[in-house]
């Protein structure tokens, strides 16, 4: 039998091929392929059809057979999916996408917590008490001892406002030390400045989100509480304190006599029975929270009241929505990487791969099929949601675990974990081949 | 001539002829058997006719004078005699006739077929085609039937008038032959012809002769002699009589009319005062019953055959293997031989022996009954959880704490759960945060740390460390700010009552130096020996530490608003190995080497003492609701006690190959672990049901490795996460580890 089956009496599979950019369609003829074939034979055929054997510049493929990515041979993916093999397959095929290459590993002094970029600057939170804000090509901007605990969490407020010169950014950081700042930073002058400090949880300030006009923050903690906070300049000074009466001020302040202005929340959200470890804004009004009391839990802003529950069996430990597909993304202790979909209220995928507990999650934000995740098994890993059972690529460079990854820079994907390193990894959309 | 004499031979030899006045007995007997033999002589037997005729004359002359009236009848029998014989002959005449005219042959010499007539066998044809022929048929062997001679018209014509038997003269038309009809046939025909019983019997309504009827007769049916036995009275039925007559001596055995009797006495409606009699079985039917059938001796096989098949024989290597065992110990007790025939097979010379071991084996051999019951055995045990409705439990290892130098003891998680503090033998006291893994504080110790545990009381942030023969209060600062500000100032607070420092007390609390409350430290407690224990109450002001050795103090209660201490018990009941709070009721739990004794502290007394079933505690926690415990022992085993239950364990779990160290319940999941010295943390599902008539459910379902072994030590101490299905673990090897 065996012998039989080498002799080329292997079963034959009807197949056509199609895809969706127009550049690299080939005829729409079914082709008659040994089940055996691999996605590196079916790209020899594709290659074949499209440059008849001009080699000279040569895209990759990717293919997808009923929106899944094919990884093994087409055998194996028949028996899994029991497909028969009389029936006639459609393959679509697409660019694969390009290794990230390791750019830049950042230094730093302690562990890094958080890490968030934007446009051309990075900010990382570290268990030293410090921010450090970066640019893009690795050059360390300042160094902003601010809170009295370890930074935990990171937020750009207005994620690309750039006017010239006078280029003046945003963004808010929390902490251990229950409190939480915004900050301005001045690119012209290389000027930091305390605008707000949020006090008010009881708990260490694990994550926090600014809305799309960066004006409303919300913050998770230890305490089980979600708040609103504002960071309008216009607001009226009711919620305001003079900064000399509290107790818990940031002993240095670098600002250069600007008073900071501490703030009450807005708003208080109760309903989590643990302690609160994410929060998102899916749009001006409604917020997501995930919790480590096994919940993901729907806010309504304007009402200030929870709209929606959905209960997972893990507690979360980290969620991230991607802007394209609406999609909420959830890292758990259980190694696995769970998609949610919030409108039907039911999990979509669960992508398997990390061998410890993921500790972050993050969305592209130009693809919505791809998404990166960060483990405490020191890998980061590039998914696709069509292939939930191998990743991309592992990207390796982290020797500790790694406690945030970032893919806000739609290029620049970072991680930063335990062994104090930053770490920077290009990202190009497709892979060429010379 | 004697006519008495003559008369008993005619009587002897009925039907016979007395030829001669017989000169004797004998004679007439020869005569007349020689007339029987040629009886079928018809000349002589005529003859001999007409001599009896004239010889009965001279008789009835003779007797004449004698007796008139016997005359009479011997002549009436005499006649009828006469035409029986001439019949008789007549038909033996046919009978010859017949013989003479078939060539003189047995006609069933050679053929034994029951068809009437064989001789010719030409069939059912019609004979006429033979009339040409001078054959009428073949014989059985083939040979032609030659046609009788057939006379010719004149001849018939003489026959006609010369024999008086032409009348009744047909010709059997397949042999030709003539055949005179017989005086029966031809009365047959006659009957026939005229519609009637062709059988011959006249009188079909003839009265039924019945032979066995009731009526006695004189003569018997059968002439069979009564037996035996119908003289003699029967045994049994004397041993039965016997055996009623002694019943009725005992009074076993009443007389009807005396039973009749009693019934009618019998009030019938005073109670029975045997309620069992109807169950009681008598002995004899018992015996029956439980009689156990002698054990069958298993059937040969084709190993015992006089032949057997060549698979069964022993080659050389079996023999010698055979030969070499013991007869206690060989698989069977003889070697298989093949012999070349029964015959030859040897006589068999164990036999005698192997009965007398039979014999021996019944009389001895004590047997007894096995109550058999058609259980499956699958429905005996208990219907086992699917792992997976048990869910949530930590199935993997999720995060290693890495940072002490040296093992790690003790391990407590705060009531919030975001911080872990461990107390290790290199002299600190680790603060983590739970969630990353970062070490948070380091506070340094004077010796190695025994035992840490956070303060229960979420609303006080202060984690004790036990150093030697101190405990160490310690606020770590981590966490929520203004409880730990609280907890300082609470503790700053305190101001010293005269009423306390007139007590002697068996150990001094004091503060610290400014050096030690930079690092946290906050209070000091200086016991007299070193503490090998210390819990909490769940309430967090009260807390108990075991310290080692001093006989009447080894238990201390110490109360941290008062800064009191008290040693309750003024002599301890053995080694107090470990002391619990009851989480609800003013219990004191106290673990010594066997036993575990629960004090009420408010009434102060003893209020219960439990067995355990192992030789000695090393570690004991108390389920949640406050109703069950789990004791761990050195000698690898744990015990679950349902204080509701009983004294002694509900059930016990061997599950470990070496000593277990610490035991601990989840505080809201339904699960236990038991961490042991081989180096495993198996982690139990146990379900305490609210409904009281349900036993707890306990169900192994995680095996959890992880730490390495050095120096015969591994895991140290494990304890749950406060929210979460997790468990940590410290190990000898210096780390700590959490299963998720």
Same mark, same amino acid.
């Given at each position: 039998m065996a012998s039989e089956a080498s002799l080329g009496s292997i079963s034959h599979v009807q197949a056509k091929f199609f895809t969706k950019q127009k550049e690299y369609s080939i005829p729409d003829v079914p082709y008659s392929l040994?089940?055996?074939?691999?996605p590196k034979e079916l790209n020899d055929i594709v290659h074949n059809v499209l440059?008849?054997?001009?080699?000279?510049k040569t895209a990759v493929f990717d293919f997808l057979i009923n929106g899944e990515?094919?990884?093994?041979?087409l055998e194996f993916y028949l028996e899994d999916k029991e497909i028969s093999i009389e029936s006639e397959l459609e393959v679509e095929y697409i660019e694969r996408q390009a290794a990230p290459r390791p750019e830049a590993s950042l230094s730093h002094d302690d562990w890094i917590s958080s890490v968030r970029g934007n446009n051309n600057l990075i900010i990382c939170g570290c268990y030293d008490n410090t921010i450090k804000l970066w640019s893009?090509?690795?050059?360390?901007l300042t160094t902003i001892p601010?809170?009295?605990?370890?930074?935990k969490c990171l937020t750009w407020l207005k994620r690309a406002e750039s006017s010239g010169e006078d280029e003046e950014y945003l963004f808010a950081s929390g902490s251990h030390d229950q409190a939480a700042f915004v900050w301005r930073w001045k690119g012209s002058k290389k000027e930091i400045d305390c605008l707000y400090a949020f006090r008010g949880h009881?708990?260490?300030?694990d994550c926090i989100d600014a809305n799309g006009d960066g004006e409303r923050i919300i913050t998770g903690s230890w305490d089980k509480t979600i708040k609103l906070w504002t960071a309008d300049n216009?607001?009226?000074?009711?919620n305001e304190r003079d900064?000399?009466?509290? #107790?818990?001020? &940031? %002993?240095?302040?670098?600002?250069?006599g600007h008073k900071m202005i501490t703030r009450v929340p807005l708003l208080t959200l109760g309903g989590?029975?643990?302690?609160?470890s994410a929060v998102v804004w899916?749009?001006?009004?409604n917020v997501c929270s995930s919790s480590w009391d096994h919940t993901l839990r729907l806010w309504d802003m304007s009402r200030a009241e929870q709209t929606q529950i959905l209960e997972g069996s893990k507690a979360f430990f980290q969620i991230a929505q991607s802007p394209l597909s609406n999609l909420i993304a959830s890292a758990s202790a259980d190694r696995h990487v769970r998609l949610h979909d919030l409108r039907t209220k039911e999990m979509k995928g669960t992508y398997t791969s990390h061998a410890g507990w993921v500790s972050s999650v993050d969305w592209s934000k130009s693809d919505e099929h791809l998404f990166v995740s960060g483990s405490h098994d020191c890998l980061m890993k590039l998914w696709d #949601?069509?292939? &939930? %059972?191998?990743?991309?690529y592992n990207l390796i460079g982290q020797e500790e675990k790694i406690l945030a990854v970032d893919w806000?820079?739609?290029d620049l994907m970072l991680s930063g974990g335990a062994d104090n390193q930053l770490k920077m990894f290009n990202y190009k959309k497709f892979l060429i081949m010379k | 001539m004697n006519s008495g004499g003559k008369r008993k031979s005619g009587s002897l030899n009925e039907?016979?002829?007395?030829?001669?006045?017989?000169?004797?007995l004998l004679t007439s007997h020869i005569a007349t058997s020689d007339a029987d033999s040629e009886a079928s002589d018809e000349s002589e037997i005529e003859g001999s006719e007409s001599d009896e005729s004239s010889s009965q004359d001279e008789e009835n002359v003779e007797s004449d004078s004698s007796d008139d009236s016997d005359s009479d009848d011997d002549s009436d029998n005499d006649a009828g005699y006469d035409s029986a014989s001439v019949e008789k002959d007549k038909s033996a005449a046919d009978a010859d006739k017949a013989e003479s005219s078939v060539?003189?042959?047995?006609?069933?010499e050679y053929d034994s077929s029951?068809?009437?007539?064989?001789?010719?066998?030409?069939?059912?044809?019609?004979?006429?085609?033979?009339?040409?022929?001078?054959?009428i048929g073949y014989d059985v062997e083939g040979n032609k039937l030659i046609k009788p001679k057939q006379g010719d018209a004149l001849d018939e014509f003489l026959e006609k008038v010369d024999d008086p038997n032409y009348w009744r003269t047909v010709r059997n038309?397949?042999?030709?032959q003539k055949v005179v009809l017989s005086d029966e046939d031809l009365n047959q025909i006659q009957r026939i012809q005229s519609s009637?019983?062709?059988?011959?019997?006249?009188?079909?309504?003839?009265p039924w002769v019945?032979?066995?009827?009731?009526e006695v007769m004189e003569?018997?049916?059968?002439?069979r002699p009564p037996d035996k036995r119908s003289f003699i009275p029967s045994k049994w039925e004397k041993q039965r009589v016997g055996q009623m007559v002694h019943a009725l001596k005992m009074g076993w055995m009443k007389p009807r009319g005396e039973i009749r009797k009693a019934k009618l006495s019998?009030?019938?409606?005073?109670?029975?005062?045997?309620?069992w009699k109807d169950d009681a079985e008598p002995e004899i039917t018992k015996r029956y019953r439980m009689h156990i059938p002698a054990p069958k001796e298993p059937l040969p096989g084709?190993?015992?055959?006089?032949?057997?098949?060549?698979?069964y024989l022993f080659d050389e290597e079996e023999e010698a293997k055979w030969d070499g065992q013991e007869p206690e110990e060989r698989r069977m007790d003889f070697k298989p031989e093949k012999f070349?025939?029964?015959?030859?097979?040897?006589?068999?010379?164990?036999f005698i022996n192997e009965r007398f071991h039979r014999l021996l084996d019944l009389y001895m051999a004590a047997r007894q009954r096995k109550m058999k019951m058609?259980?499956?055995?699958?429905?005996?045990i208990p219907k086992r959880p699917d792992k997976k409705d048990l869910q949530p439990y930590p199935t993997r290892e999720g995060m290693i704490y890495k940072?002490?130098?040296?093992?790690?003891?003790t391990i407590s998680p705060d009531p919030s759960g975001q911080w872990l503090a461990s107390g290790s033998d290199d002299a600190t006291v680790k603060v983590w945060e739970i969630a990353t893994g970062r070490c948070m504080k380091t506070i340094p110790m004077a010796?190695?740390?025994t035992c840490v545990a956070w303060n229960?009381?979420?609303s006080v942030n202060l984690l004790a460390a036990t150093v030697d023969s101190d405990v160490v209060l310690i606020n770590?600062?981590?966490?929520?700010k203004l409880v730990c500000s609280n907890t300082d100032s609470t503790l700053e607070s305190y101001v010293e009552s005269a009423s306390s420092s007139e007590h002697k007390s068996p150990v001094s609390w004091s503060t610290v130096s400014d050096a030690d409350h930079k690092k946290g430290v906050r209070l000091k407690i200086e016991h007299q020996q070193e503490i090998t224990h210390f819990t909490w109450h769940a309430k967090g002001d009260y807390f108990a530490t075991v310290q080692k050795g001093s006989k009447g103090q080894s238990v201390l209660i110490h109360q941290l608003s008062r800064r009191q201490t008290q040693?309750?018990?003024?002599?301890?009941?053995?080694?107090?190995q470990r002391v619990m709070f009851h989480p609800v009721h003013p219990y004191f739990f106290v673990a010594t080497q066997q036993h575990i004794r629960i004090y009420n502290l408010v009434k102060q007394e003893l209020h219960k003492k439990l067995q355990a079933?192992?030789?000695?505690?090393s570690s004991i926690d108390i389920h949640p609701g406050g109703d069950n415990i789990i004791i761990g022992s050195y000698d690898s085993r744990l015990c679950w006690f349902d204080l509701d239950l009983?004294?002694?364990?509900?059930q016990t779990l061997k599950y470990h190959k070496k000593a277990l160290r610490q035991v601990a319940y989840h505080k809201h999941y339904p699960l236990f672990a038991s961490a042991s010295d081989d180096g495993s943390i198996i982690v139990s599902h146990g379900k305490v049901y609210t409904d009281q008539l349900l036993n707890p459910l306990i169900v192994t379902v995680k095996i959890l490795r992880g730490h390495k072994t050095t120096n015969h030590l591994s895991v140290l101490d494990c304890k749950f996460h406060p929210t979460q299905p997790w468990i940590f673990s410290s190990g000898a090897d210096s780390t700590i580890r959490l299963f998720v």
């Open positions: 040994p089940i055996t074939v691999s440059y008849e054997g001009d080699n000279e990515l094919l990884r093994s041979t893009r090509d690795g050059q360390c601010g809170h009295s605990g370890p930074v009881s708990g260490s300030v216009t607001s009226t000074d009711q900064d000399s009466e509290n #107790t818990h001020q &940031p %002993k240095k302040m670098k600002s250069g989590h029975k643990e302690a609160v899916l749009d001006d009004t #949601t069509r292939s &939930p %059972k191998a990743p991309l806000s820079i739609p | 039907g016979s002829h007395d030829i001669e006045e017989g000169p004797s060539n003189s042959k047995d006609e069933y029951d068809e009437e007539d064989v001789r010719n066998t030409i069939g059912n044809i019609p004979v006429n085609w033979y009339d040409n022929y001078d054959h038309k397949l042999t030709g009637t019983h062709p059988g011959g019997s006249d009188d079909l309504y003839a019945d032979f066995f009827s009731n003569m018997p049916v059968t002439g019998r009030d019938p409606n005073a109670p029975s005062l045997d309620l084709h190993a015992e055959s006089y032949n057997p098949p060549e698979e070349s025939s029964y015959r030859a097979v040897p006589k068999y010379e164990k058609n259980v499956n055995p699958e429905d005996l940072g002490h130098k040296d093992m790690v003891r010796s190695k740390v229960p009381n979420p770590p600062q981590v966490g929520d040693a309750p018990f003024s002599k301890p009941k053995g080694l107090v079933n192992c030789k000695y505690i009983s004294t002694k364990p509900y």
